[in-house]
């Protein structure tokens, strides 16, 4: 069993940036991905970034490319969102997850594609 741990989140005005960590409990061959979505009142959570875990493969959602940057460090077992130029938009519950099924565009996009799931750290941007 995985646990994530999610922290940094808190409230900025917007332009500002914020800097997420998600750690992970175990080693890192347990799963093959990692992503972070994110859920705002009454939406459906969406995909914000995924990583592969060998750092070969790094997606971004079109709202966040430029201004978000996921990275991880393999040794501490764990990742980050680097968000700058935050919007009102931005604002939501950010969680992080990890998977194991075989890397694709269309599998880390998907939030049934994760098998662990972190508790959310909130991010608030206001205008």
């Known amino acids: 069993q995985v646990q994530l741990v999610e922290s940094g989140g808190g409230a900025v005005q917007a332009g500002g940036s914020l800097r997420l960590s998600c750690a992970a409990s175990?080693?890192?061959?347990?799963?093959?991905?990692m992503g972070w979505f994110r859920q705002a009142p009454g939406k459906e959570r969406e995909v914000v970034t995924a990583?592969?875990?060998?750092?070969?493969?790094?997606d971004y959602a079109d709202s966040v490319k430029g201004r978000f940057t996921m990275s991880r460090d393999t040794a501490l077992n764990k990742v980050y969102l680097q968000m700058n130029s935050l919007k009102p938009e931005d604002t939501a519950i950010y969680y992080c997850?990890?998977?194991?099924?075989?890397?694709?565009?269309?599998?880390?996009?998907?939030?049934?594609?994760?098998?662990?799931w972190g508790q959310g750290t909130q991010v608030t941007v206001s205008s």
């Open positions: 175990v080693r890192t061959f347990t799963y093959n991905y």
């Open positions: 990583i592969r875990w060998s750092g070969l493969n790094n």
């Open positions: 997850a990890a998977g194991r099924r075989p890397y694709t565009e269309a599998v880390v996009r998907t939030p049934t594609s994760y098998d662990f």
